[in-house]
């Protein structure tokens, strides 16, 4: 059974950064399309980034694109979530997210496996 495990959340300032990460055991990491979502309180849970299985090409949200990377390193079965120039309105509960042989989706209906999440809060 594949198991995720978020980390790395906290508490940070406005401008701040922080780097989630996601280690991945009970499956072979290269063969799965990983992805981050978020879940604000009385919000659904939106898409944040997501990197194919190859590694070939990763796709952001536009509410983080350009402050955020998405990277993996299949040898420790770690993703991560590297997040700059943190806002208030990123403030929510981060979900890694899996899918075998992922190609990029954006959907979270396409994930078969999913961590606990790990709360990121931003004050301003």
């Known amino acids: 059974q594949v198991q995720l495990v978020e980390s790395g959340g906290g508490l940070v300032q406005a401008g701040g950064s922080l780097r989630l990460s996601c280690v991945v055991s009970g499956g072979t990491l290269s063969n799965y399309g990983m992805a981050w979502f978020r879940q604000a309180p009385g919000k659904e849970r939106e898409f944040v980034a997501t990197?194919?299985?190859?590694?070939?090409?990763?796709y952001y949200a536009t509410s983080v694109k350009g402050r955020s990377t998405i990277s993996r390193d299949n040898a420790k079965n770690t993703v991560y979530l590297q997040m700059n120039s943190l806002k208030p309105e990123d403030t929510a509960v981060y979900y890694c997210a899996a899918e075998m042989w992922g190609a990029g989706s954006t959907t979270s209906q396409r994930y078969d496996y999913w961590g606990q999440g790990t709360q990121v809060t931003v004050s301003s």
């Open positions: 990197i194919t299985w190859s590694s070939s090409t990763t």
